[in-house]
């Protein structure tokens, strides 16, 4: 379908987004001798083994122990390291909850929990992988940033960018190969939310995979004569608030779109933005109330609704609504 | 700082008991028994073994960095810290108020001169001071990171996750304390969860452990201490078994879990004080 669609973002390769925090991390460490990383035990999975070959003295194996891992980061932090610590979404949220919440995020350490394999898309392993609440999780905590970046570039720069940031910050990523269709020398700049495409009728807001996916969706929509403005929201806290009411003060309407559940996603984050300040009708698209199941990536988005036609849908909907 | 005689060092434990009963007391909330059973420790490791510096830094370089782990004993830690002059003693009248910086559980969110951590929930400060140490290392800092745990905590699973991980990547510059007193909230470790042997596991994990069979007696927790730290440097973690009585120095709340978490009242401080001589001028 993509592919007859006249798209105004394009992509000549594709790259898994963990691949980007991977050569992100690398560079980080080359810039700056404090970074240190952390892995329990998926050096692989998390890309990071080019880190640890190259800064062996600044890499520490913490085995399957992921509690530790981030009491560890957070000691390290004391004498000015910035510990990047490496394992699954789920393991770097649910799992060790009450170490991130106070050794990390209310002692306010320069910690960043850096998460793979989030949402649907890490595919086969199904739902004990499948992390849909972890973006909710750690936006409720205090001092806590939260990046969600779209693809490899984004997420190299994104990485880089964090490690120039002092603060706790946790930065999501995916396993699933991926279209590379943002600049490979773009400045990351965190919380500032980037207007890809201008429209006037309806305001998509995406986060992580789902950008590729609202880029897809614009151009399916202007074919029906219907102009989208899409918005890429890679910070999810602390959220350009002036960049959403802008955007939906001049198109009346929005969707939101995710690989997260509905509960406590971006949804909710711009839904609150938009309640408070200019209430206009918006539309989720996310994962509502349920586990994920094994499947293909592209299965799964598509049986869950996280895809350009299910935006789609939701943009004529938040449009009828206005 | 005047290196202090042993009876020096009884003085400043004296006060520093006497505020902790008075803070709990003020406040009717708090926990003094592990804080009475814990004060030769923390007497001994900021007025005599560590190096520190009352202007506090949050990096401490070049220092000595203790960590408390078991964070409900924050009573003892806040006079030795008011006591070394990192803030005024005063202050200690603030404990456990509104505004105050002095949380009921340690916390850096107030800024807190003394505190790099926050702790309470149980089990994480292991983690924390091992990682501290490895930054030690890192930074060719010879300095000592000291941690201390409390016995009921160690049925956290955080813990053996460190203590597995201090003794793989060989952290020699740690000297951790379990404060054995052998009381949890709920009772006796032994019909709670019983430790059963402590130095057994943890040198099953790869530590050197030590007994300090008196731990309430000044003298035999500096010699336990210098023999930790003459441990140290040798590829394995230290790990110190401080053998504590709850609630010593008060004859009315030695040696049971009853006073873990309970204010005296009224009548009851004015026993305890009274056991206890004030010997640098109450706050």
């Known amino acids: ?322 | 700082m005047e290196k202090k005689s042993t009876e020096q060092l009884q003085e400043v434990a004296s006060q520093v008991r006497r505020d902790i009963l008075r803070m709990v007391h003020q406040v009717q909330s708090g926990h003094p028994g592990a804080s009475l059973g814990c004060t030769e420790f923390f007497t001994a490791l900021y007025f005599d073994q560590m190096k520190h510096d009352k202007n506090f830094n949050m990096k401490g370089k070049n220092e000595d960095l203790f960590f408390l782990s078991n964070g409900h004993i924050s009573p003892v830690w806040y006079s030795v810290l008011a006591r070394s002059g990192y803030f005024p003693i005063a202050e200690m009248s603030t404990f456990r108020k509104l505004n105050s910086r002095l949380q009921g559980h340690p916390a850096t969110e107030e800024n807190l001169p003394g505190i790099r951590i926050a702790s309470g929930s149980l089990g994480q400060g292991l983690s924390v001071a091992i990682g501290a140490a490895q930054a030690k290392k890192i930074d060719g800092d010879d300095r000592l990171v000291y941690v201390m745990m409390g016995d009921g905590e160690q049925e956290e699973g955080q813990i053996w996750e460190a203590a597995m991980y201090a003794a793989h990547w060989k952290v020699d510059n740690l000297i951790a304390t379990i404060d054995l007193n052998r009381q949890q909230i709920d009772g006796p470790t032994k019909e709670i969860m019983d430790l059963i042997d402590l130095r057994a596991k943890y040198e099953s994990f790869g530590w050197e452990v030590i007994d300090t069979l008196q731990g309430n007696n000044m003298e035999s927790v500096l010699i336990g201490l210098e023999k930790a730290k003459n441990l140290t440097g040798q590829g394995k973690p230290i790990l110190n078994l401080l053998h504590t009585e709850m609630g010593y120095g008060v004859d009315f709340m030695v040696g049971t879990h009853k006073w873990h978490g309970i204010a005296p009242n009224d009548q009851q401080l004015a026993d305890a004080l009274a056991q206890l001589p004030e010997t640098l001028g109450d706050y």
């Open chain 1, 1 to 322: 379908m993509e592919k007859t669609l006249d798209l105004k973002f394009n992509y000549t390769d594709k790259k898994d987004t963990r691949s980007g925090f991977g050569d992100g991390l690398l560079e980080a460490g080359r810039k700056n001798p404090n970074v240190v990383g952390l892995c329990a035990d998926l050096i692989g999975s998390l890309k990071m083994g080019a880190f640890q070959k190259e800064f062996p003295e600044r890499f520490f194996q913490t085995g399957i122990a992921e509690a530790n891992m981030i009491g560890i980061a957070a000691g390290l932090c004391i004498s000015g390291k910035i510990p990047f610590t490496g394992t699954f979404a789920n393991f770097s949220t649910g799992r060790v909850y009450d170490q991130i919440r106070q050794s990390v995020a209310y002692s306010d350490k320069n910690v960043k929990i850096c998460a793979s394999h989030a949402g649907l898309t890490l595919g086969e392993d199904g739902a004990t992988h499948q992390i849909l609440e972890d973006l909710g999780m750690m936006k409720m905590l205090p001092h806590m940033t939260v990046i969600n970046p779209c693809d490899y570039n984004q997420t190299k720069a994104a990485t880089m960018a964090i490690a120039e940031h002092e603060g706790p910050v946790y930065l999501r990523f995916g396993r699933p190969v991926w279209p590379i269709f943002t600049p490979a020398d773009q400045k990351f700049e965190i919380g500032k939310a980037w207007k890809m495409i201008d429209g006037k009728d309806v305001t998509i807001f995406a986060t992580g995979h789902l950008v590729w996916e609202a880029v897809i969706a614009e151009a399916m929509l202007r074919e029906e004569g219907i102009s989208a403005e899409v918005i890429n929201i890679h910070t999810i806290k602390p959220l350009d608030e002036e960049a959403i009411l802008e955007s939906v003060a001049k198109t009346g309407c929005a969707v939101s779109a995710e690989e997260h559940q509905y509960n406590g996603g971006l949804g909710d984050s711009i839904a609150q933005t938009l309640i408070r300040n200019n209430p206009a009708p918006l539309e989720y698209v996310g994962v509502d109330d349920s586990f994920g199941e094994s499947g293909t990536p592209t299965q799964l988005l598509e049986k869950y609704g996280l895809n350009a036609a299910n935006i789609v849908k939701a943009a004529k909907k938040a449009l009828a609504r206005k």
